[in-house]
């Protein structure tokens, strides 16, 4: 190592500020709400939508009717969590969701889609900042993709496969890629008639 590499400061991680102030509830519930999610919510045998959506909600989550809840989906803290009806949440999502995440109604977010409203400051002390995250109605998040804090996806936007999402969509659009750029237009206009 040379005295230059030497000169470069490290952080140190014990010290980092936030946390525990971004449980939003005490130590207790958490640990319960960690339990539940791993036997109902987690839990590749258990193959119940149903039974994961009581979950949620007892622990907080506003969640609309005819939600679907596929198995391995994971809820960092179900009461930052707001879906509107008819959505279908596929395998493997993880919300991490540290601040609020609200989805509109009739969204699909796709196999192992990973949507985290929390990062840490690139500054000298590895401070927990946390950005809601909005997604508003008839949005298409495909397959394993990353939202990050602060981004609201416009109604009936699509990201697509892979894509990391760290910026505002607007509506209508698809975006793909790393970071995610617009690809044109989700829908077609409709030719009148007559």
Known sequence: MSDQDEQVPVIPLREAPGERAAWGRGPAWVIAWMLVEWLLVTNAL?????????????????IGDGVIFRQRTRVKFPWNLEI???????????????????????????????????????????????????????????????????????????VSPAAVVMKDVPAGRIVSGNPAQDAGARFQPQPRRG
């Open 46 to 62: 258990q193959p119940s939508s149903r039974i994961r959506v009581a979950a949620l909600r007892a622990f907080g989550a506003r």
């Open 84 to 158: 509107g009806e008819d959505c279908w949440i596929g395998e493997g999502v993880w919300f991490h969701n540290q601040d609020r995440v609200v989805i509109g109604h009739d969204v699909v977010i796709s196999q192992e889609s990973f949507i985290t409203t929390g990062s840490h400051a690139h500054r000298r002390d590895m401070a927990l900042i946390t950005r809601p995250v909005v997604i508003e109605p008839g949005v298409w998040v495909t397959s394993r993709c990353i939202v990050t804090g602060g981004v609201t996806l416009g109604r009936s936007c699509l």
